[in-house]
């Protein structure tokens, strides 16, 4: 049995974080990296100390069965994803989720989400696969950064990071996010509200987030039961 958790957080610098999984567990991890990976930037005058949220909460759903292995993802647990995030993604900079949330095998969750919120940089997980085993290699990836939009200068990018389940991994993809739309903003390529105003939203409340997850996974329950009620007797 799984359990969605949503955990949204403000870092030192007033960039919103998000985090959502249906491993509970790695909440810690996400929480290690940041800490680590935020030491030197949260205007502490003890830099060797690490680096703590300036606000956050966390909502947990009951607990659930993973969809078993299949070809893709069923339309209606996608459909269901894609408005869970549209509520959750408001006033996120950075998300991280589950490569394949909710569900048995290596199925994307995310790619249209992704795709509709070019403001927000994102970091995909549970991707061992992806990445492999080469200890030669880092253990995150940077698959894809491209232009966040298409109107104007294409100075701005969006980072897309498939990493594994670990908390230096977590570390070096909120280091690389930051550093990017650090040196993007020094030439000029802004977050554009003006295309994109859902990340000048307000961010999801603590019971509308729990609402949220908990639509989520009453999704998967009922596709779970229908299958079950389709498959043949033995």
Same mark, same amino acid.
């Given at each position: 049995?799984?359990?969605?958790?949503?955990?949204?957080?403000?870092?030192?610098?007033?960039?919103?974080?998000?985090?959502?999984?249906?491993?509970?567990?790695?909440?810690?991890?996400?929480?290690?990296?940041?800490?680590?990976?935020?030491?030197?930037?949260?205007? %502490?005058?003890?830099? &060797?100390?690490?680096?703590?949220?300036?606000?956050?909460?966390?909502?947990?759903?009951?607990?659930?069965?993973?969809?078993? &292995?299949?070809?893709?993802?069923?339309?209606?647990?996608?459909?269901?994803?894609?408005?869970?995030?549209? %509520?959750?993604?408001?006033?996120?900079?950075?998300?991280?989720?589950?490569?394949?949330?909710?569900? &048995?095998?290596?199925?994307? $969750?995310?790619?249209?989400? $992704?795709?509709?919120?070019?403001?927000?940089?994102?970091?995909?997980?549970?991707?061992?696969?992806?990445?492999?085993?080469?200890?030669?290699?880092?253990?995150?990836?940077?698959?894809?950064? #491209?232009?966040?939009? #298409?109107?104007?200068?294409?100075?701005?990018?969006?980072?897309?990071?498939?990493?594994?389940?670990?908390?230096?991994?977590?570390?070096?993809?909120?280091?690389?996010?930051?550093?990017?739309?650090?040196?993007?903003?020094?030439?000029?390529?802004?977050?554009?509200?003006?295309?994109?105003?859902?990340?000048?939203?307000?961010?999801?409340?603590?019971?509308? #987030?729990?609402?949220?997850? %908990?639509?989520?996974?009453?999704?998967?329950?009922?596709?779970?039961?229908?299958?079950?009620? #389709?498959?043949?007797?033995?």
């Amino acid at each position: 049995m799984r359990k969605l958790l949503f955990r949204s957080c403000v870092a030192s610098d007033g960039r919103r974080f998000a985090f959502l999984t249906d491993q509970p567990e790695v909440e810690e991890a996400f929480d290690n990296g940041y800490k680590v990976a935020y030491k030197d930037r949260d205007s %502490s005058s003890t830099p &060797e100390l690490l680096a703590h949220w300036k606000s956050g909460f966390t909502v947990m759903s009951d607990e659930f069965v993973l969809l078993p &292995e299949s070809e893709q993802v069923p339309e209606g647990v996608s459909k269901a994803f894609d408005i869970m995030m549209s %509520s959750l993604i408001k006033g996120i900079d950075v998300m991280f989720c589950d490569y394949n949330l909710g569900i &048995e095998g290596d199925l994307p $969750m995310c790619n249209q989400m $992704m795709e509709q919120h070019k403001s927000t940089d994102f970091v995909l997980f549970s991707c061992a696969d992806i990445v492999g085993k080469d200890p030669a290699v880092q253990p995150y990836m940077v698959s894809y950064a #491209a232009p966040r939009y #298409a109107q104007g200068s294409k100075i701005s990018q969006q980072h897309r990071i498939y990493c594994k389940t670990d908390p230096f991994a977590f570390t070096q993809a909120i280091n690389a996010i930051v550093v990017q739309r650090q040196k993007d903003n020094l030439m000029g390529g802004h977050i554009r509200t003006d295309l994109e105003p859902y990340v000048l939203e307000a961010p999801v409340t603590e019971n509308v #987030a729990k609402l949220a997850i %908990s639509q989520f996974v009453e999704s998967i329950k009922n596709l779970a039961a229908t299958k079950a009620l #389709a498959a043949p007797a033995t």
